[in-house]
């Protein structure tokens, strides 16, 4: 379980968090919505330690991350894999070779395992064959595939997901948003997802947390924000003023 309590994060004296204060259950799938700049991947980033609030605190399966050694942290990132908006794949690197360095960065998996967890992995994205490939030689929304088959690939109790469809078409957002779907259920993993996509989010989300000028205006599941009387949270869900 996430819990995070009364955060503030600023940047050269401007707020980009303001007391933010929420809890993610296991199991869950979250998406992290608002406006550009208005701080969801620098929230996305507390969670998983690469930035320590100005105040506040975050607590993973009731961990204070806040004061943690970095053995300490490292350990708790085992729990967590990232899939970043473009892939963030190591060109120089096979796709094989780009999940092997995770699970050897991340996990205790043997050797001779790590085959097979590859395929697994690759199986699960439906891209079985392209792991003796380079990231150039395949497309942008495959990419982002194996970004999530590399994120699988460690056994995570959670997946943070940064702007997973942006500048796809609409038929490979739906194969990605169907996937992270089926990784949420096969996996059993708690899923964070920061998007603009309404389309993702009713596909892939059960709770919705939305923010706007750095503070939390919208905390609920996600039908329920389809149904919110405020006038903000209607133009931007449904482009009603």
Same mark, same amino acid.
């Given at each position: 379980? @996430?819990?995070?309590?009364? @955060?503030?994060?600023?940047?050269?004296?401007?707020?980009?968090?303001?007391? =933010?204060?929420?809890?993610?259950?296991? +199991?869950?799938?979250?998406?992290?919505?608002?406006?550009?700049?208005? +701080?969801?991947?620098? *929230?996305?980033?507390?969670?998983? +330690?690469?930035?320590?609030?100005?105040? +506040?605190? %975050?607590?993973?399966?009731?961990?204070?991350?806040?004061?943690?050694?970095?053995?300490?942290?490292?350990?708790?990132?085992?729990?967590?894999?990232?899939?970043?908006?473009?892939?963030?794949?190591?060109?120089?690197?096979?796709?094989?070779?780009? %999940? @092997?360095?995770?699970? #050897?960065?991340?996990?205790?998996?043997?050797?001779?395992?790590?085959?097979?967890?590859?395929?697994?992995?690759?199986? *699960?994205?439906?891209?079985?064959?392209?792991?003796?490939?380079?990231?150039?030689?395949?497309?942008?929304?495959?990419? $982002?595939?194996?970004?999530?088959?590399?994120? =699988?690939?460690?056994?995570?109790?959670?997946?943070?997901?940064?702007?997973?469809?942006?500048? *796809?078409?609409?038929?490979?957002?739906?194969?990605?948003?169907?996937?992270? #779907?089926?990784?949420?259920?096969?996996?059993?993993?708690?899923? =964070?997802?920061?998007?603009?996509?309404? #389309?993702?989010?009713?596909?892939?989300?059960?709770?919705? @947390?939305?923010?706007?000028?750095?503070?939390?205006?919208?905390?609920?599941?996600?039908?329920?924000?389809? $149904?919110?009387?405020?006038?903000?949270?209607?133009?931007?869900? #449904?482009?009603?003023?």
């Amino acid at each position: 379980m @996430i819990k995070v309590r009364e @955060i503030n994060k600023s940047f050269s004296g401007k707020n980009i968090l303001n007391n =933010i204060s929420f809890d993610i259950s296991n +199991g869950d799938s979250v998406a992290i919505i608002g406006q550009s700049g208005t +701080g969801k991947s620098v *929230l996305l980033k507390h969670l998983n +330690g690469l930035l320590i609030p100005d105040s +506040g605190n %975050i607590s993973i399966d009731n961990i204070l991350l806040n004061n943690v050694s970095y053995n300490e942290l490292q350990s708790i990132r085992k729990k967590m894999a990232m899939v970043f908006q473009f892939g963030a794949l190591f060109d120089s690197m096979t796709i094989e070779d780009n %999940i @092997i360095l995770a699970i #050897k960065s991340l996990t205790t998996l043997s050797d001779k395992n790590i085959p097979n967890r590859i395929d697994k992995s690759l199986d *699960l994205v439906e891209l079985n064959d392209v792991k003796d490939l380079m990231p150039s030689e395949i497309s942008g929304g495959m990419k $982002k595939r194996v970004g999530i088959a590399r994120a =699988i690939a460690i056994n995570p109790e959670y997946i943070l997901y940064d702007e997973p469809t942006t500048g *796809l078409d609409p038929i490979t957002t739906d194969r990605i948003n169907q996937l992270i #779907k089926k990784v949420s259920e096969k996996k059993k993993v708690t899923s =964070i997802v920061v998007t603009h996509d309404m #389309k993702t989010l009713k596909f892939v989300s059960n709770k919705v @947390i939305m923010l706007h000028e750095g503070n939390i205006i919208f905390n609920d599941k996600t039908e329920m924000l389809f $149904k919110s009387n405020d006038k903000f949270i209607q133009y931007f869900v #449904k482009g009603e003023k």
